[in-house]
């Protein structure tokens, strides 16, 4: 499974577009680029799912670049409530290998 | 409403003593993942099932048993054998698919070692 690199921690004020990048310079041909929000005391959450270029949802947008050598979440004009850990899973996740999760980045938003 | 439900929300042990914790879905899913989180740590896999009656260990497996008797319900068995099991256990269920499946997660079960 490729192995992923994001910044242990990131505060932004209210109002502010979030941006965190994750490396993955070895990804393979056909896995998928996963990122997931957890609150404390909470199960991970589903956000957005992605192979290449740009997808959107009502929540955040992921932007590939062509190479997939990382990637970008991107959370526009956070609240408080954004606050939270965000982890960033490459692989293909077809249900027959679990999720991989790292640290995650810590994400704090500031009134 | 369909989902992923763990219980109990929080438990406690006294040291030498098996506990075991609940997990069940009804989102008619084939796969199912038990994960253990440490303070400040991301989620390490314990074990896993694809199908009824089969399962896997993940990478913390020792002093831990599951069993996969339903398609709906994963327990897990917290052994004494497990020298240090106060932490956060997180269930999980998907799909199997080709690619890109999504996993759902419970609540979690916060054990303490008394």
């Known amino acids: 499974l490729a192995k992923t690199t994001q910044p242990i921690s990131m505060d932004s004020y209210e109002g502010q577009e979030v941006n965190i990048t994750c490396s993955h310079n070895?990804?393979?041909?056909?896995?998928?680029i996963t990122w997931y929000q957890q609150f404390p005391s909470q199960g991970p959450r589903f956000i957005i799912q992605?192979?290449?270029t740009k997808v959107t949802n009502e929540v955040a947008s992921l932007f590939i670049p062509a190479d997939r050598k990382s990637s970008t979440l991107s959370l526009p004009r956070v609240s408080l409530s954004d606050t939270a850990v965000y982890y960033c899973?490459?692989?293909?996740?077809?249900?027959?290998?679990?999720?991989?999760f790292g640290k995650g980045t810590r994400l704090s938003v500031i009134a | 409403d369909g989902g992923i439900t763990q219980s109990p929300k929080y438990l406690f042990r006294k040291e030498g003593q098996n506990v075991t914790l609940s997990c069940e879905q009804n989102?008619?899913?084939?796969?199912m993942y038990w994960y253990r989180q440490d303070p400040g740590q991301g989620l390490r896999l314990i074990y896993y099932?694809?199908?009824?009656?089969?399962?896997q260990k993940g990478d913390i497996a020792e002093g831990y048993s599951v069993s996969r008797e339903k398609k709906e319900s994963f327990p897990l068995t917290v052994t004494s054998a497990q020298k240090n099991p106060t932490a956060f256990y997180l269930c999980?269920?998907?799909?199997?698919?080709?690619?890109?499946?999504?996993?759902?997660f419970g609540q979690g079960t916060r054990l303490t070692v008394v």
């Open positions: 999980a269920s998907s799909t199997i698919r080709l690619q890109g499946t999504e996993a759902f």
């Open positions: 070895n990804i393979a041909t056909n896995d998928y």
């Open positions: 992605g192979y290449k």
């Open positions: 899973l490459v692989g293909v996740y077809s249900g027959n290998t679990p999720l991989v």
């Open positions: 989102l008619n899913h084939d796969a």
């Open positions: 099932s694809q199908i009824v009656n089969d399962f």
